[in-house]
């Protein structure tokens, strides 16, 4: 059987492009390199969040990211390409405000908890609402350890079961809503070393997985952190499914 598919991937980059985030600028450098150490040519096309708000705007792509960058200019868009990837098999990967996104869509959507909020969106939602807070301990420019859950997608991606990740961000989960979202599906496989969530994944679906790390901000941007080459592969996989 041919394993090449027979069109280029297409993979939906979805945030608020700006050359003063610095995971936006490295993008175009992973891809090239994804491209020339793996092999993996792929197509990226940048959707604002106003724009993913409109019906079917990621459906006919091959894998999702969203990106770094919150607050979004579109809240609403941020969580419909999110839905439309979890409910249609999409690969996808959020990262950093990606991650508490996906989060935030599989709380409304999935879960019923139709008022949980993200404070940096929603600074006056009330407390008990709050999926997505503000961290005691701001993680902008940090790096910490994740311990990885054996047998999840992120111990298989990462090859270990432990891994030292670059942050860059101040809000993450609280955890009074985190077992509702345990309850309903979704499997929490990394955390820092305090026990605080890292990473979620969605068993049963082709590849979901959300980081608050920002993944691709590892090394220089030569070397694809395996987190992004995971998600080419992902993509690489769609394609060929759906040719």
Known sequence: MNQTPTH??????VGDRSPHVRSHVRVPSLFDALADRDGLVLD???????DAEEPGAVSGFDAVWVLPGSPYESEA???????????????????CGGFQHALLEFARDVCGLTAAAHAENDPS???DDL??????????GHEGVVRVTPGSLAE????????????????GPDSRHLDT????GLWFTG??????????????????LATLFQPELAGDGTRPHAVVRALARAATEHARDRA
């Not at 298989?156 to 809000?171: D, F, I, K, N, S």
């Not at 955390?191 to 979901?208: K, M, N, S, Y």
């Open 8 to 13: 280029t991937p297409r993979v939906a980059l």
């Open 44 to 50: 990226a096309y940048w959707i604002p969040t106003g």
């Open 77 to 95: 868009g941020a969580l419909a390409a999110i839905r439309t990837a979890r409910e249609d098999g999409i690969p996808f990967l959020g990262t």
């Open 125 to 127: 939602a009330a407390g």
């Open 131 to 140: 999926l997505i807070a503000p961290l005691a301990c701001s993680l902008v």
């Open 156 to 171: 298989a991606v990462l090859g270990a079961e432990r891994t030292t990740e670059r942050y860059h961000c101040g809000y």
């Open 181 to 184: 979202l345990a309850a309903h």
């Open 191 to 208: 955390e820092d070393e305090d026990g605080q969530v890292r990473i979620a994944e969605l068993p049963g679906h082709p590849f979901f």
